[in-house]
RNA sequence: GCCCCCAUCGUCUAGCGGCCCAGGACGCCGCCCUUUCAAGGCGGUAACGGGGAUUCGAAUUCCCCUGGGGGCACCA
């Protein structure tokens, strides 16, 4: 996108305050900008916006490190901690006081929370009804003397319109008449979001601001600030669409899994993950859905970014994550499931069972933790082994299910101990059932489940004495 | 209550005045393959929220309505 208003390279930020771990919407967030800077051949920035000191623990701070690490966005600076730039909030604070552009307010944040539900309950419009907005000097003395609280809060132009244009959605414009004054800096010194946010782009040259719409109307603020602090031209800010749930409300946890972390704790690549995030809210221009990171950069624009809110597919992400576990070069796959394994299993996973596990169900495998959960058969100690309920009853609801068991012990007692020895369907044949009747019930006394990873391959995995010890104990509890 | 944003299949989306009685993908349904379940192949179901206006022509432009979302913190 080339933007005659701000020549340079394109220098573009993630700014996350450290309150939790990486939630999806922001992961998309941070994945837009990455890819607008990796298009650009720009710079990628992280600073972390800790300056509520409430919320923020440094823990997170590593934590979405971590979370972006993993996603494979790699900054170019940073991370930045506002903690530690706060002379330069002090500073502009005391330039906008000194202009007159913000004044000392001594209300305290309970009473003007008390006003706005006043205000609310009275269908009113909240917002800082401007009770100390002009304060004489002498009055300022005696709630000073008081010993009252003292925040700094911006004043925001009493009429005219605000109006920017946004990269995704165009014009956008707001009157000030309808624009509260706000808070820049508490009663504790601290700054506030705006201020920090404001002096930060500026100082840090950010170019583009690429975030999420629910800080659309922020952005008015942040600009008058910016003009007050004499910050010269903006950056060019673009707003993308909020991620939601099935239901249209915000992503929450009652969705599902929307920390990153949880998606990896649950088996998805971080290049599924990337390539679905990347398609909540762009598209290229042709058909490509299986995209690579690279691939998704060089096509990635701003021009391409969609308005409304993209609703979170969890299936769709399965899928995703599907076509990535099958495009893995088997090795590769074998170590993203070897420390899995050891965590489920211990440390003493047997690698080349576990690689004949990847060679016989990588082309199934929606997750890397479905795939482990499909090998519990063969890595679980015989003690542990048991049939799951369901697939118990769907084994004892088997048409000659004695036979069957019978007979596939049978064969296997003496047959040649290799996929093709083992193939069962001439025994079923000569029984007179069909496999898609009586394999299921296979399926459970040897794999504990009716449906997993391929049964003939699987028995040549498990040997002959644990098939047939199963088997024999399928057959006991079918007597009981 | 006030302000802002948004509106194509169930979902993610393509479409930027005629190529669209709307294309792709996920899901779903059916068939094939088959070692259950998957995976794979083939086929099918399914959408331009409503009303005006502009135009020879509107999913595409404008207005209104309706609906959805976001914001209105000494959070970011």
Redesign the pocket.
């Known amino acids: 996108m080339d933007d005659p208003a701000t020549p340079g390279p394109v220098r573009v930020r993630f ?3 450290p ?1 939790g771990s990486l939630h999806v919407g922001s992961a998309r967030t941070a994945l837009f900008n990455w890819l607008f800077a990796r298009h650009h051949g720009g710079v990628f920035v992280l600073r972390i ?1 800790d ?2 000191a ?2 923020s623990r440094p823990e997170w701070i590593e934590g979405i490190q971590e979370s972006l690490r993993w996603l494979g966005l790699d900054w170019d600076e940073g991370p930045y901690l506002q903690g530690e730039r706060l002379d330069r909030y002090a500073a502009a604070a005391e330039r906008l006081l000194a202009s007159g552009r913000a004044y000392e ?1 001594f ?3 309970e009473e ?2 008390a006003r ?1 539900e006043a205000a ?1 309950d009275a ?6 009804d401007g009770r100390c907005r002009d304060l004489t000097p002498a009055r300022r003395e005696v709630l000073a003397a008081e010993g009252r ?1 003292r ?1 700094l809060r911006f004043r925001t132009p009493d009429h005219g319109t605000s109006r920017f244009t946004d990269l995704v ?7 000030w008449s ?1 624009v ?1 004054d ?2 820049i800096r ?3 010194g601290s700054p ?3 201020l920090a ?1 404001a002096v930060d782009d500026s100082e840090m040259g950010i170019t583009h601001v690429i975030r999420g ?6 952005t008015h603020r942040v600009l008058a600030l910016r003009d007050a602090l004499g910050d010269g031209p903006p950056p060019r800010y673009a707003h993308l ?2 991620m ?1 749930g ?1 239901d ?3 992503l929450s946890k009652r969705h599902g899994a929307v920390a990153l972390e949880d998606f990896r704790a649950g088996g998805y690549l971080p290049e599924a993950m990337l390539n679905y995030l990347a ?5 290229p ?1 042709d ?1 490509r ?1 299986v995209m690579a990171a690279g691939e998704i950069a060089a096509a990635f624009d701003l ?2 970014v ?6 979170f ?1 969890h ?2 992400l ?2 995703m994550n ?2 990535w576990i ?1 495009r893995l070069p088997p090795d590769d796959l074998l170590a993203r499931l070897e420390p899995r394994a050891r965590e489920r299993y211990g440390d003493g996973v047997d690698a080349e069972l576990l690689r004949d596990v990847v060679r016989i169900g990588q ?2 495998a ?1 997750t890397l933790a479905a795939l482990v959960e499909q090998a519990d058969f063969l890595f679980e100690p015989d003690e542990a082994f048991e049939v799951a309920a369901d697939s118990w009853s769907r084994l004892a609801s088997t048409e000659r299910a004695s036979e069957v068991l019978d007979a596939v012990a049978g064969h296997l007692a003496g047959c040649e101990w290799t ?1 093709e020895g083992v ?1 069962l ?1 001439p025994v079923l044949a000569e029984l007179g059932v069909k ?2 009747k009586a ?2 019930a296979v ?1 459970a006394a040897v794999e504990g489940r ?8 699987s028995i040549v995995l498990l040997g002959r004495d644990r098939t047939l010890g199963r088997l024999a104990d399928a057959r006991a509890r079918l007597e009981t």
């Open positions: 700014a996350p305050a309150t916006e300056t509520d409430a919320r307010c209300c305290t944040p003007v929370q706005n609310r269908h009113r419009t909240p917002g800082y609280p925040s959605r165009g014009e956008v414009a707001v009157e309808t509260a706000f808070v508490r009663s504790d506030v979001f705006f946010n719409e629910d800080l659309l109307d922020s669409p909020l939601v099935s249209r409300a915000k398609l909540q809210g762009w598209a221009d058909d859905e021009d391409r969609t308005h409304s809110a993209a609703a597919d299936a769709k399965e899928w599907g076509e099958r082309e199934r929606s996929a193939d369907r496999p898609r394999l299921p399926y009716h449906a997993g990873l391929p049964l003939f391959d």
